[in-house]
Nanobody
Framework: QVQLVESGGGLVQAGGSLRLSCAAS????????MGWFRQAPGKEREFVAAITSSGGNTYYARSVKGRFTISRDNAKNTVYLQINTLTPEDTAVYYCAAGTITILTMKTVKAYDYWGKGTQVTVSS
């Protein structure tokens, strides 16, 4: 069992930055790949970024590549999402997730076993 708790969301002006954190409980954190997803009102949950269990490989949605950076600290059981140059289109609830995923499944919601409750990011224009 892994419990995930996101933090770091908030209200920010367009062009600003945020750093989201996801703290995990359990001693098996380092064995899981981690992902970040987001869900805007009225839209489906969408993949944002993923990182392998060791942190050696990262993957991004095309829409955020170059602006978002995912990282993890296995010693702290925490995964991060650095978000730069925010736009109003980034407004959403951001979720972190843990799972045993592959390159083929990492963008799929159902591939992840554990989810946090999310943190709200609101970008004003």
């Amino acid at each position: 069992q892994v419990q995930l708790v996101e933090s770091g969301g908030g209200l920010v002006q367009a062009g600003g930055s945020l750093r989201l954190s996801c703290a995990a409980s359990g001693r098996t954190f380092s064995s899981y790949a981690m992902g970040w997803f987001r869900q805007a009102p009225g839209k489906e949950r969408e993949f944002v970024a993923a990182i392998t269990s060791s942190g050696g490989n990262t993957y991004y949605a095309r829409s955020v590549k170059g602006r978002f950076t995912i990282s993890r600290d296995n010693a702290k059981n925490t995964v991060y999402l650095q978000i730069n140059t925010l736009t109003p289109e980034d407004t959403a609830v951001y979720y972190c997730a843990a799972g045993t995923i592959t390159i083929l499944t990492m963008k799929t919601v159902k591939a992840y076993d554990y989810w946090g409750k999310g943190t709200q990011v609101t970008v004003s224009s």
